[in-house]
């Protein structure tokens, strides 16, 4: 983790690496219209972020050139939809989505969503997810980082054949917010994500060369 | 790309990066199963490393949990058959398939490979390619390194949102070889790659510090 003399002194800046397979946040009137006035979703499983489930309904997701059915929905219902998909899902559909931060959804495309009661289009919201660490406060002071800071983070494989440096990861801090990485599936594949991967956390401005020396 | 004294006397180490998508290699004998005895593939198209060339012939490739349809043939035939996916690919097959430099089959998985004659099964071949640079001996000089060292290469993407170091990258050196990077799907994908894309090579042993320093 580091060269310098005392290794104790220095805290471990490891993180677990999570995947995020594509899914999709609903508001109160996409959820009606998809599943029937005032449809409460149903939790199926807890997810790792405190208070988030995948619900037990799913949607499927219709583009210009294909179709992915059985999308899971990401509970509790949000302002606004967003569909959060790999780029990988966007040559199957034929959609080019920018890479956003969750929430940041001005000028992204649209998609056809289908639910229970037909398919409903959405006029925007669609995108791929950007890298992230979700951290408490007080795993930010450990970590050295603050909201918003973009580090580096190093993803060793078991058979070390695919180690990965993600580089524009995203800080993210609230004290409801468990420590975890969260890669997409392409990026989970790119490095040979197996579950329980970790990853070490590199701070940018304590890194010893220029990127490229 | 480097602090040395005198940046021009640095040789610039960028590297054209290209995208290997799912694709087949053929014996001649798993050839004459698949189209016939002494059937002669059809080339369509050159690809980027000289004398190969993607055929007009393709197969389909049948796993335990999904099929997948139209995929290329890399011609001209080779000692032995072996396919090249993703790991997405193989989620899609139901194929646990290791990550391997081409030739390298012992102890492969197999699969079944459908051709213009029907179905014939390989009993092994199956690979995820590793990471890997084409380059000519005199590139090697150039970048200062040799055949199988392994080397890192940033990617950086055009938004600046998923730049990328690819570890473990194998360094292979032929008179045969067009100077380029081979990225899967996978990892074209999870750092955003688009045509014209490139990478600086990182040479290890140039580094200053450890990698999660």
Redesign the interface.
Known sequence: ???RPDPSAVPP?VVPVAVSARHVHLSRADCDRLFGAGHELRPARDISQPGQWAAEETVNLVGPKGRIDGVRIIGPLRKESQVEI???DEFKLGIDA??RMSGELDGTPGIVVEGQLGPIPLDHGVIQA??HIHMSPVEAVSFGVANHEEV?V?VTDH??????????VVVRVSPDYELEMHLD???A????WQPGGVG?V?RKT????????
Do not use: V, W, Y
């Not at 070390?160 to 993600?166: E, P, V």
């Not at 594949?189 to 040979?192: I, L, P, R, T, V």
């Open positions: 983790m580091s060269n800046k790999s780029r990988t920018p890479i950007q890298r580096q190093r058979a070390g054949l695919r180690a990965t440096i993600f580089d524009d599936t392409d990026e594949n790119a490095c040979d070490h590199i304590l890194r010893r060369g220029p990127p490229n020396s």
